[in-house]
């Protein structure tokens, strides 16, 4: 937190270190980013991204698009326009905050990321990875989450519809929203995201999007077994 001297923000545990949340889903042959906050050029170089084949929008806040810029080195490294898949509000999201991209007035060039926007409608592929939209209330605007086998991503969410449950069931890791303690309108609190979790019952539950009011170690103390925050370069094998 710019300007905060909190034991979090002063800690010398790097867990405690946290950009905007992002992740990358990764086969041999593919490579889904989900996201593009402000930190993706950081992330891409600290984490030696090299390729990906598509950018999957679970909304389009600012802490999750405003990294579209630096699409421009992986239009330049998989020489093709960039996949952006996002539901309609998260494509208008991102036409409205990057309109000069759009603009065919805009004089053409390396300055300018190339991408190609994608509607979800439904079930999708990218290459070999099979991604299921999974539908959330993050206060009151639908966003995405995103299931990838037993795996499910599901930031930014403030309460999930009866309907979306049995996309939730039987996972074997999923990752959930939980910004804080206290309450707040448009994120899980740490006692509802655990609530969440247990309902869904994955062997392994992460936490993400925490702020700085949670360390990480002092908080995973005292989470129930099989559940824990993330944190910044994280890696799971699935
Ligand atoms: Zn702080
Ligand atoms: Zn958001
Ligand atoms: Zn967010």
């Known amino acids: 937190m710019i300007g905060c001297d909190c034991a979090v923000c002063r800690s010398s545990?790097?867990?405690?270190?946290?950009?905007r949340p992002?992740?990358?889903?990764?086969t041999a042959a593919t490579t889904v980013l989900v996201d593009a906050g402000p930190d993706l050029r950081a992330q891409a170089l600290?984490?030696?991204l090299r390729r990906v084949d598509a950018i999957v929008f679970t909304h389009g806040h600012a802490d999750h698009i405003l990294g579209m810029d630096d699409v421009r080195r992986f239009n330049w490294i998989m020489k093709t326009a960039m996949p952006c898949y996002g539901d309609a509000r998260t494509l208008g999201d991102i036409r409205k905050t990057f309109h000069y991209v759009f603009d065919s007035s805009t004089p053409k060039g390396g300055g300018l990321p190339s991408l190609d926007l994608r509607t979800i409608d439904g079930p999708f592929i990218v290459g070999d990875v099979a991604v299921q939209p999974v539908p959330l209330w993050h206060g009151e605007r639908p966003v995405l989450g995103f299931r990838f086998g037993a795996f499910a991503y599901l930031t930014d969410c403030s309460r999930i519809d009866e309907a979306a449950w049995p996309l939730l069931e039987g996972l074997d890791t999923v990752v959930i929203d939980a910004l804080r303690e206290a309450p707040h309108p448009t994120h899980f609190s740490l006692a509802q995201a655990t609530e969440a979790g247990r309902r869904i019952g994955a062997r392994r539950?992460?936490?993400t999007h925490m702020c700085h009011h949670l360390a990480h170690e002092a908080t995973n103390a005292r989470l129930p077994q099989g559940m824990s925050l993330a944190y910044d370069g994280l890696t799971l094998d699935l």
């Open 13 to 19: 545990d790097p867990r405690d270190v946290r950009l």
């Open 22 to 26: 992002s992740i990358v889903v990764q």
């Open 46 to 48: 600290r984490h030696d």
């Open 205 to 207: 539950t992460l936490f």
